[in-house]
């Protein structure tokens, strides 16, 4: 029988007019209806602080194992090994387990200074622009290169790699998500693993190759191809979407509260509490769910077994019974946790990464660009019924801005340090798994712009998007032989001398040198 009034209060994730500002409602269900149920969709919903934290971490009344999205529960659908946050004890601890010991704290704050360079390249280009997009400029690109490269997935597929996670979550406005296999096992990642099997690198994919551990049954063993293909394509997923709707909102929020962004500006101290004012604000994913395994009483009101409960951390986040006056964005207010990275044994494993890339995106950006608004007539949600966020969010940055100088920015486009220029034959070799490789590079350049062709293993290619920013010289080569492939190489010039890397497609990353005839 229906518990709802014509004037009762209505929720479902699905609705755009709720999801656009789902906030009045989740108000209304703290107040009128703290244990909610929607008989068109047939599940439950606690939206209180207290109950959400209290479910979220009762993993025996509240199961994972069968999915932590509505759809997914309600499809019936196996998972592969693997899919860590649509598991259960014991299969999830040992996973967990598994995957702590590769994203610890001190190896995530490592990444700041690789971070700091990714949004620079991101957002020196737009310094002198009147604005852009901070989704498709920025909040795309910076998380998915970050875990692209954590985990070993070649530069030139990030894009497609973000793309297809992207289109898994999309669902038609209104509609609930439907369930895809292939959305979870790994599919596209085989070439990778393959490689890697064969040439490991420094990445975490090779790590979880090598690494053993004791399973569920208490055998010592390794993880077996398809849990490996699985965590990567969970990993590869969670690294990249949650954290560009973070930058969104931040974008958003922001903009709305221009005396607070202008305190930022002037402390960037601030940046850390702001980034987690912003995450309790608009948390990503506002709504979690669980398999309710036995039969529960919650304000009065039965909860039978074999139910679906969600939980609400985007209500839980506002609740004025823990947080005063929640519906107020305030980055001074005085620090408490939230749940925007969930609780209990599924909180997020990538959240101290994730609120790392918060604080990085926000100092790069406001130092360069310390106002903006938004064009909200172009700004798009995201049409998926999983995570909340934008999928083009224009920005207006006004007047001209210019980032901080460099050594290698100050010079001019074209010089290398000192008199000396790089034009000419070089002698390149490049270090790779194999052993040393030599090449012969033949350039010139004009203005910043660098042309000529590179020869080796008995073929002879131009040089594609050559450029020369100070000292800094990168280039792009394409190769036949013993392969397809693109090289990308990045070097810096001293004298007659040049020392970087080459990214060398799904293999990795490699050192070079080169020496002037």
Excluded at 143 to 166: K, N
Excluded at 223 to 239: F, P, Q
Excluded at 437 to 461: M, N, P, R
Excluded at 494 to 500: F, I, K, L, S
């Amino acid at each position: 029988m229906s518990t709802q009034t014509v004037d009762a209060v209505y929720y479902d994730p699905y609705k755009p007019e709720i999801t656009t500002d789902p906030y009045p409602v989740f108000r209304r269900l703290r107040e009128e209806a703290p244990l909610y149920y929607n008989e068109e969709f047939d599940f439950y919903a606690v939206s209180r602080f207290d109950d959400v934290e209290r479910g979220l971490n009762d993993r025996e009344t509240y199961s994972s194992g069968r999915g932590a999205i509505l759809e997914i529960i309600k499809s019936g659908a196996e998972f592969p090994p693997g899919v860590l946050i649509f598991e259960d004890p014991p299969v999830h601890t040992m996973h967990r387990n598994l995957l702590q010991r590769l994203f610890t704290p001190k190896r995530m704050n490592a990444l700041e200074a690789r971070i700091h360079r990714i949004c620079a390249q991101c957002l020196d280009p737009l310094s002198r622009s009147a604005g852009f997009d901070l989704i498709e400029d920025y909040g795309a690109h910076m998380p998915m290169r970050v875990i692209g490269e954590l985990l070993g997935i070649p530069e030139q597929d990030h894009g497609s790699v973000r793309d297809r996670v992207d289109q898994s979550l999309r669902t038609e406005v209104g509609k609930p998500m439907a369930f895809n296999e292939s959305n979870y096992t790994g599919e596209g990642f085989e070439e990778y693993i393959d490689w890697r099997a064969k040439h490991p690198a420094d990445d975490v994919m090779t790590e979880l190759m090598n690494a053993e551990f004791k399973d569920e049954t208490g055998i010592t063993r390794k993880l077996t191809r398809e849990e490996i293909l699985t965590m990567v394509n969970v990993l590869a997923g969670a690294g990249n979407e949650t954290t560009t709707r973070l930058i969104g909102w931040t974008g958003k929020v922001l903009a709305e509260h221009p005396e607070q962004r202008r305190m930022i500006a002037e402390d960037l101290s601030l940046i850390p509490q702001a980034i987690e004012e912003i995450l309790r604000f608009e948390p990503p994913a506002p709504h979690m769910a669980r398999y309710v395994t036995r039969d529960v009483e919650l304000y009065g009101r039965g909860v039978p077994k074999g139910s679906v409960m969600m939980f609400l951390p985007g209500s839980a986040n506002r609740d004025d019974r823990r947080f005063t006056d929640g519906d107020r964005f305030d980055i001074r207010r005085e620090p408490r946790p939230h749940l925007s990275f969930g609780y209990g044994i599924h909180a997020c494993i990538g959240r101290v990464l994730a609120r790392l890339e918060g604080r990085v995106a926000l100092e790069a950006l406001i130092r360069r660009f310390p106002n903006w608004e938004v064009d909200y007539g172009n700004a798009r949600l995201s049409p998926t019924s999983t995570v909340r966020g934008w999928e083009t969010m224009p920005i207006f940055t006004g007047s001209a801005s210019r980032p901080a100088a460099s050594a290698a920015a100050a010079a001019q486009p074209g010089a290398a340090a000192g008199p000396f220029t790089i034009d000419g034959t070089w002698k390149v070799t490049v270090k790779g798994p194999t052993g040393p490789q030599s090449t012969t590079l033949t350039i010139a350049h004009d203005k910043g712009v660098v042309t000529g062709s590179q020869s080796g293993q008995g073929e002879s290619s131009p040089i594609l998007d050559g450029k020369l920013d100070g000292n800094q010289l990168s280039w792009i080569n394409q190769i036949s032989k013993p392969m397809k492939m693109k090289l990308t190489f990045t070097a810096e010039i001293e004298n007659n001398a040049m020392t970087g890397k080459v990214k060398a497609g799904f293999m990795g990353s490699f050192p070079f040198t080169g020496v002037k005839d």
